[in-house]
């Protein structure tokens, strides 16, 4: 299933909304989102959840890398999760329905101008969240370039006054680097 966002805004501040059915329990679902074994298979980085408000949330991006934190700002378990992730903030919610559930997962921008990187993103991400929950070994492409990026600008015109700066100058390289590290198989050297 292709994923695709919309962009909102949440209290007044900007947003990447993405909203999908799935055909899992909410409780499988939950597992993915904060098992860290699950989470390296599909997340843009290692990440590790104190599953629990103002629990810590810990990212590393590289081995030997100093990591970052974050705060869980919400937790109920097959329900709802969000936390800080560098200055932005991650909401998931899952509810049941019928033989699955709902997944409404929206990232809380720190910088609108990010917007089309980001979703171009977490598009990637949540297709290999599909592949993991299918049974599948998720591997995030490498290299997916400008194409995703370009779409999601033309896409949200809107927003395109805020976008600001030039495609080459987006934090492209950042992103797909925290990608590809996530996508590495144990022992692979990056």
């Not at 799935?22 to 599909?42: K, M, V």
């Not at 599909?130 to 995030?140: Q, V």
């Not at 290299?143 to 999601?152: F, K, L, N, S, T």
């Given at each position: 299933m292709n994923t695709r966002a919309r962009f909102v805004d949440v209290d007044g501040?900007?947003?990447i909304q993405f909203e999908k059915?799935?055909?899992?329990?909410?409780?499988?679902?939950?597992?993915?989102?904060?098992?860290?074994?699950?989470?390296?298979?599909?997340f843009p980085c290692r990440v590790d959840i104190e599953p629990r408000e103002d629990g810590t949330v810990t990212?590393?991006?590289?081995?030997?890398?100093?990591?970052?934190?974050?705060?869980?700002?919400?937790?109920?378990p097959a329900q709802r999760l969000a936390y800080t992730w560098e200055g932005d903030e991650l909401w998931f919610t899952l509810s049941p329905s019928g033989q699955g559930s709902v997944l409404v997962f929206a990232n809380v921008l720190g910088d609108r101008e990010t917007a089309a990187m980001v979703a171009a993103g977490w598009t990637?991400?949540?297709?290999?969240?599909?592949?993991?929950?299918?049974?599948?070994?998720?591997?995030?492409?490498?290299?997916?370039?400008?194409?995703?990026?370009?779409?999601?600008i033309a896409a949200m015109p809107e927003w395109k006054h805020d976008i600001g700066r030039r495609l080459d100058e987006l934090d492209e390289e950042r992103f797909r680097s925290r990608v590809r590290r996530a996508a590495a198989l144990p022992g692979e050297k990056m």
């Open positions: 501040r900007p947003a059915q799935c055909p899992h329990q909410p409780e499988r679902l939950w597992r993915a989102l904060t098992d860290p074994a699950d989470l390296a298979r599909w990212f590393t991006d590289e081995p030997g890398a100093e990591p970052t934190t974050g705060t869980v700002l919400a937790c109920e990637t991400c949540l297709d290999e969240l599909d592949a993991l929950l299918a049974g599948g070994n998720p591997r995030i492409p490498k290299g997916a370039g400008r194409e995703p990026i370009e779409e999601y």
